[in-house]
């Protein structure tokens, strides 16, 4: 099948992240095109999307979800999963997950699955204003993603695509604490909250 995969990045560990899903796919057999979410073709021609961002302050990064409203109706046409690269820390890591969003991005695309994978922060590389803010929050830097959990969620929807069913999300991936969300919180509170008290 011919899979269009897109993804948005600030700092590039995305891109790594949507490369992985399409060589993945492109193993399985499927003919997998991977796309910055600001050049991405229309979903028309593709018979599945894979469509994802990294996740900043509680939310993917504007591209990402300007493409997937702009493509709603085409999107809801065919098979869609979404996923998020973000939370970091190697045993547990947080915010664990999926961000407060994602069932708003999952509707309006009619995606069949939304996964939480975690991700990478190399502080050498941030805005002054970035790097204040994962100060604040005490998230660790390193490079967290989990290539065997992107490689077995990527089956998964390999899987569901051969059979034509729906794929089981996979376990959001695990590593360490960063921004430090209580369980009902959403993703961007604790940030914000840390971020209030700094300014006051
Ligand atoms: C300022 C800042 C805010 C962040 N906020 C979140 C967040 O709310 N949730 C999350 O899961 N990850 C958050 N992260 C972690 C990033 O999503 C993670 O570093 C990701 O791998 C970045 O992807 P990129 O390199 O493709 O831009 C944040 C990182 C930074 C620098």
Do not use: C, N
Not at 27 to 37: F, K, M
Not at 103 to 121: I, Q
Not at 140 to 158: L, M, N, Q, S, Y
């Amino acid at each position: 099948m011919k899979v269009l995969i897109v993804y948005a990045s600030k700092y590039g560990s995305t891109v790594d992240v949507a490369a992985a899903i399409g060589e993945t796919l492109r193993a399985r057999g499927h003919a997998a095109h991977v796309h910055e979410a600001g050049t991405a073709p229309a979903p028309d021609g593709y018979d599945a999307a894979v469509i994802g961002s990294a996740v900043y302050v509680g939310s993917w990064l504007k591209a990402a979800s300007a493409y997937l409203e702009a493509h709603a109706a085409a999107l809801r046409e065919r098979p869609v999963w979404l996923y998020g690269v973000g939370p970091l820390g190697l045993e547990d890591p947080q915010p664990a997950g999926d961000p407060e969003q994602a069932a708003t991005l999952v509707e309006s695309a009619g995606a069949r699955g939304y996964v939480t994978l975690a991700g990478a922060l190399d502080r050498s590389r941030l805005s002054l204003v970035d790097r204040l803010i994962t100060r604040v929050v005490k998230a660790p830097a390193g490079d967290f993603r989990d290539w065997e959990a992107i490689r077995a969620w990527t089956h998964g929807v390999a899987d569901a695509l051969e059979r034509r069913e729906p794929a089981a999300d996979a376990q959001p991936s695990k590593a360490a604490a960063a921004f430090a969300a209580p369980a009902a919180a959403s993703h961007a509170a604790p940030v914000r909250a840390r971020l209030d008290e700094v300014v006051a």
